[in-house]
């Protein structure tokens, strides 16, 4: 048992490691320019509408590119259908999902993004009533639940942005009540307590800070002091978050999470420049537009995401508007999805809620000469580092391979340090699990959030490393604070890439570095080399997947739509597979992928030299 001094002295300890740790990170802060005072918005901000991502001249010029750029005016069409059944839907209520208000604050966000839009262009009666229709309901809400303040920050730009597209020409009652609302619902909350969003280095700090700033663009002549202080804090806060993107673009979160994050950044951006003429250097944040190329690489060929963390599954077919303004700010070709852009207006159907925003950042796009080219074989470090190896661009059922290191407690994270997935000729042969929905966790009074070493987080298939492409020792869950690395990567013919994953294994292993290789445009090589301890009991080799399998002398054979993949242990031949069925899964709770398998090579410690190199090789027809 330890003495009251060892204990105080490892608490002094672990207090200054934390105070050093925040001082580190303070230091690397890059912080924006911040002249914001009132002379400095009395000075800036347009003297009449729109200010918030349009402007006078901004929108002159996109009414001449939809009338005469194809891209354009094709998405303008899409978002013209989507204004014309909004307005066959009744007026938003005040209604709540567990501890949550989002989807409303969302949907409204989307309403005045494609009304506001249609509007502006067209100034259409009918639009201009649904309009005001949707403002005087939502403002009317006793609240817009600034316990969970998301919901609070979406519901402030939507109605930003209403008024603001359609103020001129609103009734005066109702600006009155929106800038009111805006301050009193939206600003003015912000200040209360557990405001961590702040100076938060995840989503919440882009979506919130985006919020208030519109807000407070809305308000500035009517309370010149509380808009000056919100963007003022906006800009000091912003860096923390985007400081998530380094030190390569890696978003930890996820593909999805990238997209939600950075569309709030990108309207920051789009709300600075047409207000005040300067993002006061956001977009050139270090490693924010080298983020587009991360999100390229992880749309696969399959149509799916590398859906690591909490990233959803298949993406949508329409064009990714948020990408559209890295092509428009960098002019690279590659960023900007031209084929989806011309899809039908009619089968893009319901499009996502910054569209009617992002149109503007479409029209503004201007091919540049030379575009840099998406890598094949790539990698980014940071908190929760990946690779990634592909196929050229085109190639729909090409070879694809995500894999990564990170931690259980980073953002949205999971016990899946080493884990993978790998895609050839269009079937995705080993799979993440993904994510499942929060409210439908919650409801049972599960703990989703705790992510200490024992919380009941990691008991989901989702979210521990039972449920991943990795090793586990000892039957045990990997270190939730365990951070694996990149060590090495090589690029060529045959890139390569190795992880540290030895902090994912406490106490039970000496060490463990595994790489991932790209033998040929058919071929992947996983290479484990472990040495073990007096703690090392078992090591168990795992890969999830949905394709039939089939065991044979040295491997397996998987099957999948008309398909084949070959399995062989070429490190040990005479070890015999396992399958472990997961459908139905374990947990009552855990989501259930139909045919979810996990193909398991059990290494008992006393079959294994202190230093073991297991090698098994995944190849196609």
Same mark, same amino acid.
């Given at each position: 048992?330890?003495?009251?001094?060892?204990?105080?002295?490892?608490?002094?300890?672990?207090?200054?490691?934390?105070?050093?740790?925040?001082?580190?990170?303070?230091?690397?802060?890059?912080?924006?320019?911040?002249?914001?005072?009132?002379?400095?918005?009395?000075?800036?901000?347009?003297?009449?509408?729109?200010?918030?991502?349009?402007?006078?001249?901004?929108?002159?010029?996109?009414?001449?590119?939809?009338?005469?750029?194809?891209?354009?005016?094709?998405?303008?069409?899409?978002?013209?259908?989507?204004?014309?059944?909004?307005?066959?839907?009744?007026?938003?209520?005040?209604?709540?999902?567990?501890?949550?208000?989002?989807?409303?604050?969302?949907?409204?966000?989307?309403?005045?993004?494609?009304?506001?839009?249609?509007y502006v262009v067209e100034k259409d009666k009918e639009v201009l009533e649904k309009i005001n229709q949707e403002l005087l309901a939502v403002c009317a809400f006793s609240d817009w639940n600034p316990s969970h303040?998301?919901?609070?920050?979406?519901?402030?730009?939507?109605?930003?942005?209403?008024?603001?597209?359609?103020?001129?020409?609103?009734?005066?009652?109702?600006?009155?009540?929106?800038?009111?609302?805006?301050?009193?619902?939206?600003?003015?909350?912000?200040?209360?307590?557990?405001?961590?969003?702040?100076?938060?280095?995840?989503?919440?700090?882009?979506?919130?800070?985006?919020?208030?700033?519109?807000?407070?663009?809305?308000?500035?002549?009517?309370?010149?002091?509380?808009?000056?202080?919100?963007?003022?804090?906006?800009?000091?806060?912003?860096?923390?978050?985007?400081?998530?993107?380094?030190?390569?673009?890696?978003?930890? @979160? %996820?593909?999805?999470?990238?997209?939600? *994050?950075?569309?709030? $950044? =990108?309207?920051?951006?789009? #709300?600075?420049?047409?207000?005040?003429?300067?993002?006061?250097?956001?977009?050139?944040?270090?490693?924010?537009?080298?983020?587009?190329?991360?999100?390229?690489?992880?749309?696969?060929?399959?149509?799916?995401?590398?859906?690591?963390?909490?990233?959803?599954?298949?993406?949508?077919?329409?064009?990714?508007?948020?990408?559209?303004?890295?092509?428009?700010?960098?002019?690279?070709?590659?960023?900007?999805?031209?084929?989806?852009?011309?899809?039908?207006?009619?089968?893009?159907?319901?499009?996502?809620?910054?569209?009617?925003?992002?149109?503007?950042?479409?029209?503004?796009?201007?091919?540049?000469?030379?575009?840099?080219?998406?890598?094949?074989?790539?990698?980014?470090?940071?908190?929760?580092?990946?690779?990634?190896?592909?196929?050229?661009?085109?190639?729909? @059922? %090409?070879?694809?391979?995500?894999?990564? *290191?990170?931690?259980? $407690? =980073?953002?949205?994270?999971? #016990?899946?340090?080493?884990?993978?997935?790998?895609?050839?000729?269009?079937?995705?042969?080993?799979?993440?699990?993904?994510?499942?929905?929060?409210?439908?966790?919650?409801?049972?009074?599960?703990?989703?959030?705790?992510?200490?070493?024992?919380?009941?987080?990691?008991?989901?298939?989702?979210?521990?490393?039972?449920?991943?492409?990795?090793?586990?020792?000892?039957?045990?869950?990997?270190?939730?604070?365990?951070?694996?690395?990149?060590?090495?990567?090589?690029?060529?013919?045959?890139?390569?890439?190795?992880?540290?994953?030895?902090?994912?294994?406490?106490?039970?292993?000496?060490?463990?570095?595994?790489?991932?290789?790209?033998?040929?445009?058919?071929?992947?090589?996983?290479?484990?080399?472990?040495?073990?301890?007096?703690?090392?009991?078992?090591?168990?080799?795992?890969?999830?997947?949905?394709?039939?399998?089939?065991?044979?002398?040295?491997?397996?054979?998987? #099957?999948?739509?008309?398909?084949?993949?070959?399995?062989?242990?070429?490190?040990?031949?005479?070890?015999?597979?396992?399958?472990?069925?997961?459908?139905?899964?374990?947990?009552?709770?855990?989501?259930?992928?139909?045919?979810?398998?996990?193909?398991?090579?059990?290494?008992?410690?006393?079959?294994?030299?202190?230093?073991?190199?297991?090698?098994?090789?995944?190849?196609?027809?």
């Open positions: 048992m330890r003495s009251t001094a060892s204990i105080l002295l490892l608490l002094l300890f672990s207090f200054m490691t934390l105070k050093i740790s925040g001082q580190d990170a303070e230091a690397s802060l890059v912080k924006l320019d911040n002249p914001i005072t009132e002379e400095y918005l009395k000075d800036h901000l347009p003297k009449k509408g729109p200010r918030i991502i349009l402007n006078k001249d901004i929108r002159q010029h996109l009414l001449q590119e939809i009338e005469t750029n194809p891209l354009v005016k094709n998405y303008y069409e899409a978002i013209k259908l989507n204004a014309r059944e909004i307005i066959t839907k009744p007026p938003l209520e005040r209604i709540q999902t567990g501890r949550r208000l989002l989807s409303i604050s969302r949907e409204m966000l989307y309403r005045m993004g494609m009304l506001g839009m249609v303040f998301l919901d609070v920050a979406e519901m402030s730009l939507a109605v930003a942005i209403g008024l603001d597209w359609a103020q001129n020409d609103l009734p005066k009652e109702t600006v009155k009540l929106v800038k009111q609302s805006l301050k009193e619902k939206g600003i003015e909350p912000s200040y209360g307590e557990r405001m961590g969003w702040i100076n938060r280095d995840n989503n919440w700090n882009q979506v919130c800070h985006a919020g208030m700033i519109a807000a407070s663009l809305m308000i500035a002549e009517d309370e010149p002091a509380l808009a000056t202080k919100t963007i003022h804090r906006a800009l000091e806060g912003i860096p923390h978050g985007m400081q998530a993107y380094g030190p390569d673009g890696v978003y930890p @979160e %996820g593909s999805t999470y990238w997209a939600y *994050g950075t569309s709030f $950044t =990108v309207l920051t951006i789009a #709300m600075l420049e047409s207000a005040l003429g300067d993002d006061f250097g956001l977009a050139d944040y270090p490693a924010f537009v080298e983020s587009a190329d991360f999100m390229v690489l992880t749309n696969t060929p399959s149509g799916m995401y590398y859906n690591f963390a909490d990233c959803g599954d298949r993406r949508s077919e329409n064009p990714d508007i948020i990408l559209a303004w890295f092509a428009k700010y960098t002019g690279n070709a590659n960023y900007l999805e031209k084929d989806r852009f011309m899809r039908s207006p009619e089968v893009m159907g319901e499009l996502s809620r910054i569209s009617g925003m992002g149109l503007v950042w479409l029209s503004q796009y201007e091919e540049a000469e030379n575009d840099q080219e998406i890598p094949s074989a790539w990698k980014g470090n940071g908190t929760n580092p990946i690779a990634i190896f592909k196929s050229a661009e085109g190639e729909k @059922e %090409g070879y694809y391979f995500g894999g990564k *290191g990170g931690r259980g $407690t =980073v953002n949205h994270g999971n #016990m899946d340090g080493g884990s993978f997935i790998f895609e050839l000729n269009g079937v995705r042969w080993v799979v993440d699990p993904g994510n499942q929905p929060y409210h439908e966790l919650e409801k049972t009074g599960f703990n989703l959030w705790g992510n200490c070493q024992d919380c009941e987080r990691w008991t989901l298939l989702t979210k521990n490393n039972f449920g991943h492409s990795t090793l586990s020792v000892n039957n045990a869950l990997h270190q939730n604070d365990g951070l694996s690395t990149i060590i090495d990567f090589q690029e060529g013919d045959q890139p390569q890439v190795t992880f540290d994953l030895t902090p994912s294994f406490g106490m039970n292993l000496k060490k463990s570095h595994r790489t991932f290789r790209k033998e040929n445009d058919q071929s992947l090589l996983i290479e484990d080399h472990i040495e073990k301890n007096d703690s090392t009991n078992l090591v168990t080799w795992q890969l999830m997947t949905t394709a039939d399998v089939q065991l044979n002398k040295g491997g397996a054979i998987l #099957m999948q739509d008309g398909k084949s993949l070959s399995l062989d242990i070429l490190s040990h031949p005479d070890l015999s597979l396992s399958i472990i069925s997961l459908d139905p899964p374990p947990h009552p709770l855990d989501r259930v992928i139909p045919g979810l398998k996990r193909i398991e090579l059990r290494l008992p410690a006393y079959m294994m030299d202190d230093e073991e190199i297991v090698r098994v090789r995944l190849s196609g027809e």
